[in-house]
């Protein structure tokens, strides 16, 4: 019971359509989420992100102008949770897509940017484990590390319902 709440499906009526949508397992969606803001909307960072999936507002804007999609978009929308779950599937899915379908790079897209992501992709090989060692920051490493272990766990607690 306990790792339920540690590891809730929280937002789960609006993740797991907008993991679909995206093309992103549920499941690593959830770590992602848990790994950004542990499932707290209102949560804000020292680099402006904001947000579950804590996106920043510019690169909010962008999605904004690709979606079209709030149409009245304002920077607090990405409090709201289904905006910012939706940004944040699609950014994922976009870094994604350009990283020749892996998500490890993808990942680390997300925290480090997709031009940092893409040379450590082309060093590795497509290798997983000398992309791992090849990313040149701390924070990125711990980053793929933390998203790695929470999908794990969530993929034995919540396998079945997926």
């Given at each position: 019971m306990f790792t339920h709440i540690r590891y809730g499906a929280y937002f789960r009526e609006l993740l797991v359509p907008i993991?679909?949508?995206?093309?992103?397992?549920?499941?690593?969606?959830?770590?992602?989420?848990?790994?950004?803001?542990?499932f707290n909307p209102y949560i804000g960072s020292s680099a402006g992100a904001i947000g579950l999936a804590q996106i920043i507002p510019s690169t909010a804007q962008d999605i904004k102008s690709r979606l079209e999609w709030p149409s009245d978009y304002e920077v607090t929308d990405l409090y709201r949770a289904e905006v910012n779950l939706s940004y944040g599937a699609f950014y994922l899915s976009t870094?994604?897509?350009?990283?020749?379908?892996?998500?490890?790079?993808?990942?680390?897209?997300?925290?480090?940017?997709?031009?940092?992501?893409?040379?450590?992709?082309?060093?590795?090989?497509?290798?997983?484990?000398?992309?791992?060692?090849?990313?040149?920051?701390?924070?990125?490493?711990?980053?793929?590390?933390?998203?790695?272990?929470?999908?794990?766990?969530?993929?034995?607690?919540?396998?079945?319902?997926?």
């Amino acid at each position: 019971m306990f790792t339920h709440i540690r590891y809730g499906a929280y937002f789960r009526e609006l993740l797991v359509p907008i993991a679909n949508e995206y093309g992103i397992h549920p499941l690593t969606l959830y770590s992602l989420i848990r790994q950004e803001s542990l499932f707290n909307p209102y949560i804000g960072s020292s680099a402006g992100a904001i947000g579950l999936a804590q996106i920043i507002p510019s690169t909010a804007q962008d999605i904004k102008s690709r979606l079209e999609w709030p149409s009245d978009y304002e920077v607090t929308d990405l409090y709201r949770a289904e905006v910012n779950l939706s940004y944040g599937a699609f950014y994922l899915s976009t870094n994604f897509s350009a990283l020749s379908g892996n998500i490890q790079a993808a990942l680390a897209a997300y925290n480090a940017g997709q031009g940092n992501a893409a040379i450590w992709l082309k060093l590795s090989k497509g290798d997983p484990d000398l992309f791992f060692e090849i990313v040149r920051f701390l924070e990125t490493q711990t980053y793929l590390m933390h998203i790695a272990e929470f999908l794990n766990i969530y993929e034995l607690v919540y396998s079945r319902d997926y």
